[in-house]
């Protein structure tokens, strides 16, 4: 890069840089895309597979515990495969599981097929921003990385939408089939932007490491995903997985600290900034997808909105994101740390929003509370990646890519349970709460203005009633879920803080 160039503004990226931009946003959106797909489908593909609701579970959890597993090795893979290969053939095997979900016949192969798509999917990530930090001049990485974060996020925006669409013309086979297309472009586009990318070196695989770390991601994943159904350490299965997790979680730390070239070099955690980059990626991961999970079924199941609908009022994120990318770059480079904090207490307010919804919640509340929480995304997202990158070694980015994907994935799978437990007890707890309220000896049930269907004195009248208590009871559910959110990007707007601060 000349020096004219490295002085210059955005019209100075190459025709390879752009193409670079576009293979890597495209597969990073294609990515993005089933991490809520799947979810929209969910009650199509337990139906047409004759599974109970705690069998196709496993259809969301293994995806989500092969991508926490495979996503350390990306740093590991890079430097023996080289950047065009390992993205082409990760997008490749990407792109034929998700094929083998559309085709699948049974749970089983619809199981291994999904995990066969988060192993394959898991280096897509962090190959993505490696790629993106290692090709482009310093002066407009703010811009690279917009683009890639709106990938990121816009994919699980625009998958419910499209994924509505393919679902209710065709079936839930059709949302996985629409993968396949944009894949093989994706794959076209990296076979020429990294021609020359090529490059390879031998670095011993750490196996003790890479075990220990994935025997206890996977144990704390299921602890949060099963717990509530087995009634958590009531349950030996709990405690088998927490057990096992806590032992290959202090392996794995004394095996880091002790061996020449560990799995993950813990090194890189000396390193302020990325620290605190990565705690701030997991919170960033816990408030990324989990509204995107609760909204479709908060208002399809308490206010009867089609899965179209719900689509199009998810998407008013992916509106917001894009509207980011007018003002981040420039407050990118003049003010990160104001930056972060700014996109965290956007993200806050947005929860709060939400958290002020009742059960006659309107479309343009939702719409632009969304918009809000998609805006502040795009404003924490960048000035949080430059920063914590910006003082690293180019040698190390791809590793500390890894781990910062990692720990993004795994904030966001952890509270997307942790909310969900959230809405089912408290649930349960207020329906058993308001319930005590129904009694002959109530007054209020007597009045005129009560609706007539609500009668204490046919069997048809109770059941109306709590039918609608119910309804009521999983309101106040989400509620307690979206103030969970917000708190927690509350709780995170002190680490911008604490970065140290960088040239311009």
């Known amino acids: 890069m000349t020096a004219v160039a490295v002085q210059g503004g955005l019209f100075t990226i190459s025709g390879r840089q752009w193409l670079i931009l576009l293979m890597v946003q495209l597969a990073n959106m294609l990515f993005g895309m089933t991490i809520t797909l799947a979810n929209l489908v969910l009650p199509q593909m337990r139906g047409n597979l004759s599974a109970t609701p705690e069998e196709i579970s496993w259809v969301i959890t293994l995806n989500l515990v092969a991508t926490a597993v495979a996503t350390p090795m990306t740093g590991w893979l890079a430097s023996r495969l080289g950047w065009r290969n390992l993205m082409f053939f990760t997008v490749?095997?990407?792109?034929?599981?998700?094929?083998?979900?559309?085709?699948?016949s049974s749970l089983e192969t619809l199981v291994f097929a999904r995990i066969g798509q988060g192993i394959f999917g898991a280096p897509i990530m962090p190959l993505g921003q490696a790629i993106l930090l290692g090709t482009f001049p310093r002066h407009l990485q703010p811009v690279a990385l917009v683009m890639w974060g709106i990938g990121a996020v816009f994919g699980p925006v625009v998958g419910p939408i499209l994924g509505s669409i393919a679902t209710e013309a065709y079936d839930w086979r059709a949302a996985f089939f629409m993968i396949v297309p944009p894949g093989i472009c994706a794959l076209v586009c990296i076979w020429f932007a990294l021609r020359d990318y090529t490059g390879r070196t031998s670095v011993k695989f750490d196996w003790t490491g890479f075990l220990a770390l994935s025997v206890a991601i996977v144990a704390a994943q299921l602890i949060f995903d099963r717990g509530h159904r087995l009634d958590w350490f009531d349950s030996t299965e709990i405690v088998f997985y927490a057990f096992a997790g806590a032992l290959a979680f202090w392996v794995f730390i004394v095996h880091c600290l002790t061996v020449p070239e560990p799995f993950l070099n813990p090194r890189l955690l000396l390193d302020r900034n990325f620290s605190i980059g990565i705690l701030l990626a997991f919170v960033m991961g816990m408030l990324s997808f989990t509204s995107i999970v609760l909204l479709p079924t908060l208002l399809h199941d308490l206010r009867g909105y089609p899965d179209n609908a719900i689509g199009g009022l998810i998407a008013a994120r992916g509106l917001g994101n894009w509207t980011a990318f007018l003002v981040i770059v420039?407050?990118?480079?003049?003010?990160?740390?104001?930056?972060?904090?700014?996109?965290m207490a956007l993200q806050a307010g947005a929860g709060l929003w939400m958290a002020q919804f009742d059960i006659n919640l309107t479309e343009t509340e939702v719409f632009w509370s969304n918009m809000l929480q998609g805006f502040g995304q795009s404003i924490t997202f960048t000035p949080m990646t430059v920063m914590a990158f910006s003082t690293l070694a180019p040698r190390q980015v791809t590793e500390a890519s890894a781990i910062f994907t990692l720990m993004r994935n795994f904030g966001s799978s952890l509270f997307i349970s942790v909310a969900?437990?959230?809405?089912?007890?408290?649930?349960?707890?207020?329906?058993?709460?308001?319930?005590e309220f129904i009694t002959p000896y109530n007054k209020v049930l007597s009045m005129p203005g009560l609706p007539t269907s609500w009668s204490l004195d046919s069997a048809t009248g109770l059941l109306s009633l709590s039918n609608e208590i119910q309804r009521q009871a999983a309101m106040i559910g989400y509620v307690n879920a979206f103030y969970l959110t917000a708190f927690t990007a509350v709780a995170a707007i002190p680490l911008a803080a604490l970065m140290r601060r960088v040239p311009r």
């Open 420 to 435: 969900v437990l959230v809405v089912i007890r408290s649930t349960a707890s207020n329906y058993a709460r308001l319930t």
């Open 330 to 343: 420039q407050f990118t480079r003049i003010a990160p740390r104001l930056a972060i904090a700014c996109g």
């Open 92 to 104: 490749l095997g990407f792109t034929a599981t998700s094929l083998l979900c559309g085709l699948a």
